[in-house]
């Protein structure tokens, strides 16, 4: 159900915790966090606005534009042409959007659960007050796993530097130096252990529910290798949710269905994300398939985005998600390989985000899915050798997006079945957010790197190929932090 109050407190996070990003400036007339919060009613006000700091849009537009997701388009006007030529570096959108956006949320959520500890909930609002204190660390656990994830060279070792531990409403001048990933997980882990205990909903798809907790902590453990822990929380909601069916999943991609739903962040008409964003950027906001298009999804809609050919080649007929991905209205060569205009001649439209209530290129954002844990599933078993179990899975997923049985080759070897998962998320999870990140976790265990379809991408700049154990899956401490922090930069990532 879409639900306006989502809407009505946007303006309360700006009003109350707005002037607390500038850290400890009294103003005059500034309306403080307590006086703000008073009541268990405020704080269910505040949390609702904490939901408006989540938004994808980022991790899609980095992960299809950096990755092989995408091929620049015939309508293209220059946008995002940095990122698809691999060009990344501390002054880049992309490391201080995501180091500046999370930290953002990290400091919102710590001002609602600082206010909380103030307020003594009658017996009758205790349960309230445990559930908007558990979504409020859910949030925040969220957000420090983005930065953990794309500022961590690797999430799976505890002694590398990721982000600062920031657990705390700092005071003006506080300049933290880099915690390590064991520092940050420890601080993830915590506030998910508070969610869990006090989270009201076994599932609840637009608000943070037992199972999305549940999810989460899959993804976790996929991260950091604990490969059964993986498994079994998957398992379990891949049983609970099922996979949608052709007609269900086409319905879900114009957010009639939800299926195989487990949390997703919804988008309505006139809301602070009600508009077209900043194109060819990762900047947050803007509708999700402005990512890839100026007007709608359809080749009239001037894409400057296309879907590459990698995808598209292995994308079969019959199969669902190659009617849901791809406009009718593309143009496709009969004979890609030889054909003198390539540009003119094959233009593969993205529709995966067409829009929704009578608004183009607008739709809801699919957090978790039951189709992910499935993949996670997988990928779980593809490390514990168990290569019965992964051509299973894979055979089950495909068997739902084409309405029938399909057959999947029994892997031999732990590349190959970790490749093969990899070449599935590639497929089901395109223009989700994933890519980037599947690459860095697996790429190298699965031989797999970004790789683009030679001719789209070398009429472009021949930025084709680059390897999943290249510097540039890690994010760089972006200069802006540099610049008001000076000694974070002597513990700038690697590469940069």
């Not at 657990?167 to 252990?193: C, E, H, K, M, S």
């Not at 007929?317 to 496709?332: A, E, K, L, Q, W």
């Not at 997006?401 to 399909?406: K, T, V």
Request: some cysteine.
């Amino acid at each position: 159900m879409k639900n306006i109050n989502k809407i009505i407190f946007v303006g309360l996070l700006t009003l109350l915790m707005g002037c607390n990003d500038a850290i400890e400036i009294d103003q005059p007339g500034r309306l403080s966090a307590a006086n703000a919060f008073q009541t268990v009613a405020d704080l269910e006000n505040g949390v609702l606005a904490l939901y408006n700091q989540l938004d994808t849009t980022p991790e899609i537009a980095l992960s299809s534009n950096f990755t092989d997701e995408l091929a620049i388009g015939f309508d293209s006007g220059g946008q995002g042409f940095a990122l698809y030529d691999f060009v990344l570096n501390a002054g880049s959108t992309a490391a201080s959007n995501f180091w500046v956006r999370n930290f953002r949320t990290n400091n919102r959520c710590s001002v609602l659960i600082d206010a909380a500890a103030g307020i003594t909930p009658d017996a009758a609002d205790q349960a309230n007050y445990n559930n908007v204190l558990a979504q409020a660390h859910f949030i925040r656990a969220y957000a420090n796993m983005e930065l953990l994830l794309y500022f961590s060279p690797d999430p799976a070792n505890d002694a590398t530097l990721a982000a600062p531990v920031v657990d705390f409403v700092p005071g003006l001048g506080y300049q933290p130096l880099r915690d390590t990933t064991g520092d940050l997980w420890t601080y993830i882990n915590a506030d998910l252990a508070i969610a869990e205990s006090g989270i009201i909903d076994q599932s609840n798809n637009t608000f943070v529910s037992k199972d999305a907790i549940k999810a989460f902590k899959a993804r976790i453990a996929l991260t950091r290798g604990d490969y059964p822990t993986a498994q079994t929380l998957a398992t379990s909601l891949l049983n609970s949710y099922g996979l949608a069916n052709t007609t269900e999943y086409a319905n879900m991609w114009l957010d009639n269905d939800n299926t195989e739903t487990i949390f997703k962040l919804e988008r309505v008409l006139n809301d602070s994300y009600d508009g077209q964003g900043s194109t060819g950027s990762v900047n947050a906001g803007g509708w999700a398939g402005a990512r890839f298009a100026f007007v709608n999804a359809t080749l009239s809609g001037s894409p400057y985005f296309e879907m590459d050919r990698s995808i598209y080649d292995v994308l079969s007929p019959g199969d669902v998600r190659r009617d849901v991905m791809v406009s009718t209205t593309s143009i496709i060569s009969p004979d890609y390989q030889n054909d003198p205009d390539p540009v003119n001649n094959d233009v593969l439209v993205i529709q995966k985000y067409p829009g929704s209530q009578g608004r183009p290129l607008m739709n809801d954002l699919k957090v978790f899915r039951s189709s992910e844990m499935l993949l996670i599933a997988a990928e779980a078993q593809a490390y514990q050798s168990n290569f019965t179990g992964v051509q299973n899975l894979l055979q089950q997923l495909r068997s739902a997006r084409f309405g029938s049985a399909q057959t999947v080759a029994l892997p031999g070897s732990v590349s190959e079945a970790v490749g093969a998962v990899l070449d599935e998320r590639k497929i089901e999870l395109a223009y989700e957010g994933h890519r980037y990140k599947d690459l860095k976790r697996s790429g190298v265990a699965g031989g797999r790197g970004v790789d683009r379809d030679p001719i789209a991408c070398g009429i472009q700049s021949g930025a084709c190929t680059l390897a999943a154990s290249d510097f540039r899956f890690t994010l760089p401490i972006p200069i802006v932090e540099i610049n008001a922090n000076p000694a974070i930069g002597a513990e700038q990532n690697p590469g940069y």
